[in-house]
């Protein structure tokens, strides 16, 4: 086919991608996931084993130097009650010797040594309170909430469907309740991913644009609808009054309804999907995750 409009000067659009069906490339798009899935599950594992051999360690070292307080503190309370006891004697001594005024210092001395002995062994450290201290449960994390920020977006080849969309990378702005490039609402949807939905008057496509929550994988799906489809989704879409971004709580979830409204009347699978994988763009201030395009 390419030879012969080669031949007739015709000009036309091509993709290097293997020509898969959707369900093909849902296959390959899961086993890739899988693939990932089991590397980060590994590196994840890797780095739980190695924080529990950090705390472990931190638990020996606090249990030794708790243990050696302990200790220290014992001997100390046993000399000062060995040091006492001998005062506490030699004031008898000096009691019955008729020397009443040696007799008060070296017992009144005796006393203070012997109470400070009770008092430091009873007052001795736990040899196991940091190891409870470091057992205890630590809070659940919060929720992430979808980065803000400026992105770039590639495409990734090995988890797409291409058949007739340009593959270039897609930059990106996402600001605060995920407004995109300051012009663009999404909603996040009840699959935890936000989602904005396409309905254009000139063409029979349907688009739905997705980021997932961790804001690593973008997603781009096409339906080419006959003209009913197209007539109901249009429908639906006339109902959507949020043009631009918002705040709003009732607008949100208005456009959110709507949205999942339009995404109920379309097929199962899309004709084209795209993948893309996100990073934050150079000299963004987004820390973590990156953002939808539009």
């Known amino acids: 086919m390419t030879r012969f409009l080669t031949d007739a000067n015709q000009q036309y659009a091509s993709v290097g991608t293997p020509c ?11 086993a890739a996931m899988d693939a990932e899935s089991r590397a980060s599950a590994e590196a994840n594992a890797a780095k739980d084993a190695a924080a529990q051999l950090d705390r472990d360690l931190k638990q020996a070292r606090a249990e ?3 243990l050696a307080s302990r200790e220290n503190r014992i001997a100390l309370a046993g000399v000062l009650f060995v040091i006492g006891a001998l005062a506490a004697g030699a004031g008898l001594l000096f009691y019955s010797q008729q020397n009443m005024r040696n007799a008060k210092i070296a017992g009144g001395a005796g006393a203070v040594l012997m109470l400070s002995a009770a008092v430091l062994f009873v ?36 988890r797409s469907r291409i058949t007739v969309s340009a593959t270039t990378d897609v930059p990106v702005t996402i600001g605060a309740g995920g407004c995109v490039n300051d012009r663009t609402q999404y909603t996040q949807g009840a699959d935890d991913r936000w989602q904005r939905i396409l309905v254009p008057n000139e063409e029979a496509t349907v688009t739905v644009a997705s980021i997932d929550s961790t804001g690593r ?23 959507v009054t949020v043009k631009g971004c918002t705040a709003n709580p009732d607008a949100l979830a208005g456009l959110a309804a709507q949205q999942d ?3 109920s009347a379309l097929p199962a699978s899309p004709n084209e999907r795209l993948v893309y994988r996100c990073q934050p763009a150079a000299g963004s201030a987004a820390a973590v995750k990156p953002a939808a395009a539009p």
């Open 20 to 30: 898969l069906s959707l369900a093909e490339a849902d296959a390959r798009d899961r």
């Open 64 to 66: 030794e130097e708790a």
């Open 123 to 158: 007052t001795r450290p736990d040899a196991h309170a940091e190891s409870a201290a470091e057992s205890a449960p630590t809070p659940a994390a919060s929720a992430p909430e979808l980065a803000k920020g400026n992105f770039l977006c590639t495409i990734r080849t090995d």
């Open 217 to 239: 994988d973008y997603r781009v799906d096409r339906y080419l609808l006959d003209a009913e489809a197209m007539t109901k989704a249009r429908e639906i879409r006339a109902g």
């Open 261 to 263: 409204a339009i995404r």
